[in-house]
């Protein structure tokens, strides 16, 4: 799909396209600097008023319009309330036009939103929206390809040369993004640790440094708690280590940290069959590190930040981890595995400590697919939040309302740590208890930060969509890439 963005006193290289306006709630036209053609305008009036189309958020209506010697499609697009909409209501306008595209035959299409709020940022940001919505995973469909979308998009502009800067930095970090959705959907017979070690090598070639551990180099580090959750596999475990060196000047780090279990069965406690298929994104987190190292070079950040992805499978054998075990982590505690179904957490236990043992960041955030509770407290619309540092924790849920990945905070504290002492270790990988399961895996993770300014994101409900969002269509979202971008952005680019 080609964007091109033309000045609004150029023409369109042709009228039979579709043509796209927004609109404000209560059908209120955006043509503020140049009006649109009065007969057209006075057609779309009358359609109108036979249609239920408000111009409210996510409503798209389409309709024939007599234009000139031509006819014309013509889509509206609602875009919410004129007073209170905001970038990413614009940005999620796109998708929605998209969405409705994608099941009409339409190769060019011409839009103009003239007069929309935040000028040519509204513009980059709508075709930013498109971009989001188009993307999909269909490289196993050997017949009947899904429809692509169409094939030219232009967009009308005030300054050619500020919006296509605008939306190249939105579409650098849609390209991180769509690489975080490409290996969440691949298939775990495809996308494995090394496989992921594979293509995280591949982004070399954009300046950032990749190195992996493999299980001997692990094992010297002491790293028994995530060695012990692929140890029933036989494919190789994988410390990957990405760093982005984008302001010299200084030797501040943030550090993101993502949980790779590119399969996750349960182990010796199995889970039941039904929709274990689902198991393949449990590397989510581990995608979105990867998908935001990808992001920030190609938009060539100013700041220094390093990902670090704990990759295993967690498999059933003859080898496998027992209910019972104990391992010495990294950090030097020794964890009774109760439960291998809980394995995230060991996996991150020695991939956070690590991190922070080595390079001692400033902020350290991981991500995870970390627990079935989280998506019974808040389903599918929040990522839950969890962190030892007010400051942090305020910041990335500040971001998440800005880009539309929304995040919750839930509560931490010594009553809730007290449950994952064990009898006969350090700690233990399951509570005691019966409720606040998302918590006390948190509380396990805080065990291994070291103080560290640390936010945990659990991201079990909303790596993964059944239905079509806005700006996804099902399947793998990238969440975290666009909000994680933002926060790095915001608050420590030079
Ligand atoms: N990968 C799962 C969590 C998960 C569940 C992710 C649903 C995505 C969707 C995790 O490893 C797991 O199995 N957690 C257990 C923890 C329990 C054994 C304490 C769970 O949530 O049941
Ligand atoms: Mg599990
Ligand atoms: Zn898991």
Redesign the pocket.
């Known amino acids: 799909m080609d964007i091109q963005f033309i000045k609004h006193t150029e023409n369109w290289s042709t009228e039979k396209g579709v043509l796209v306006r927004g609109m404000y709630e209560d059908r209120q036209f955006l043509d503020a600097v140049h009006p649109m053609n009065e007969k057209h305008k006075s057609y779309i009036e009358k359609t109108l008023e036979f249609s239920k189309f408000k111009g409210k958020k996510g409503e798209v209506f389409s309709l024939w319009c007599p234009y000139e010697e031509t006819v014309t499609q013509v889509f509206l697009v609602g875009l919410g309330k004129k007073e209170s909409v905001a970038l990413k209501d614009i940005e999620e306008a796109g998708g929605h036009l998209m969405a409705a595209l994608m099941s009409h035959k339409c190769e060019q299409v011409n839009i103009n939103l003239d007069g929309i709020a935040y000028g040519d940022e509204g513009v980059a940001c709508f075709a930013s929206g498109m971009d989001l919505r188009v993307w999909q995973f269909d490289k196993y469909k050997t017949k009947d390809k899904p429809d692509q979308g169409p094939q030219k998009i232009i967009l009308k502009s005030e300054d050619v040369d500020v919006v296509q800067k605008a939306f190249d930095r939105r579409h650098a970090v849609n390209l991180g993004n769509f690489l975080t959705r490409e290996v969440i959907s691949e298939p775990p017979n495809v996308l494995y640790p090394e496989s992921m070690a594979e293509i995280a090598k591949s982004l070399s070639t954009l300046g950032l440094e990749v190195e992996v551990l493999g299980e001997s180099e692990m094992k010297k580090l002491g790293m028994n708690a995530l060695l012990g959750v692929g140890q029933g596999s036989e494919k190789e475990s994988k410390l990957i280590v990405i760093q982005w060196k984008g302001n010299p000047n200084s030797d501040e780090k943030i550090a993101f940290v993502g949980k790779g ?1 590119t399969f ?1 069965t ?1 182990g010796i ?1 199995i ?1 039941p069959s039904n929709n274990m298929e ?2 393949k ?2 590397m989510g987190g581990s995608g979105v590190v990867l998908g935001l190292m990808k992001a920030l070079a190609t938009r060539k950040a100013k700041v220094n930040v390093v990902g670090v992805m704990g990759m295993a499978e ?1 498999m059933p054998s003859g080898s496998a981890q027992r209910p019972a075990d104990v391992v010495t982590s990294m950090s030097g505690q020794t964890i009774e595995v109760i ?1 291998t ?4 957490r060991l996996v991150l236990a020695d991939a956070l400590w690590y991190t922070q043992d080595r390079f001692k960041p400033k902020a350290m955030i991981d991500l995870a ?5 989280i ?1 019974v407290a808040i389903g599918h619309e929040y990522a839950g939040l969890f962190s030892n540092n007010d400051q942090l924790a305020q910041q990335i849920t500040d971001v998440g309302c800005e880009v539309g990945e929304q995040v919750w905070r839930f509560p931490m504290g010594p009553q809730y740590d007290r449950d994952i002492n064990s009898d006969i270790a350090d700690v233990k990988n ?2 005691s208890g019966r409720g606040a ?1 998302s918590i006390t ?1 948190a509380q396990f993770l805080e065990r291994f930060v070291n103080k560290t300014p640390w936010v945990h994101l659990d991201i ?2 909303v ?2 969509e059944k239905k079509a969002k806005p700006l996804t269509g099902k399947g793998a979202t990238g969440f975290g890439v666009r909000l994680l971008d933002r926060f790095i952005e915001k608050y420590y680019e030079a």
């Open positions: 279990v996750d349960g406690s889970k689902d198991m994104y449990d967690n439960n179904d809980a394995e995230g697919t970390l627990t079935g509770a998506v399951v509570g399961g895996a079990a409900g790596a993964w």
